[in-house]
């Protein structure tokens, strides 16, 4: 993520405005901070093997970049969703005042 949105980004500011635009997790928008983000998830024989949830969250004081990965697992909760909601929660409790 930060070598896309990064200060040292070779992607154009058209580019990366239209890649957050569609990246933005509009739930969190009316807090002081904006998160940005995407899902992903990987199965083998139609079992999950991994999920996981990739971006960054910006503020006026600066920008943290995460990634939340889940792992295989025997657990039928493990999704690229619960990955999204694990990474919002940490980034929620980071920012807290």
């Not at 910006?58 to 619960?82: H, M, P, W």
């Amino acid at each position: 993520m930060e070598r896309i949105f990064g200060k040292n980004s070779i992607y154009s500011e058209e580019t990366r405005k239209e890649l957050k635009k569609v990246m933005l997790v509009t739930e969190q928008n009316k807090m002081n901070y904006f998160i940005y983000g995407k899902t992903g998830m990987g199965k083998a024989q139609g079992t999950v093997v991994d999920a996981w949830f990739t971006g960054f969250a910006e503020k006026a004081q600066g920008t943290i970049y995460f990634c939340v990965y889940l792992g295989r697992t025997d657990n039928k909760n493990v999704s690229s969703t619960a990955a999204k909601e694990i990474a919002i929660q940490l980034i929620t409790d980071y920012y807290k005042d």
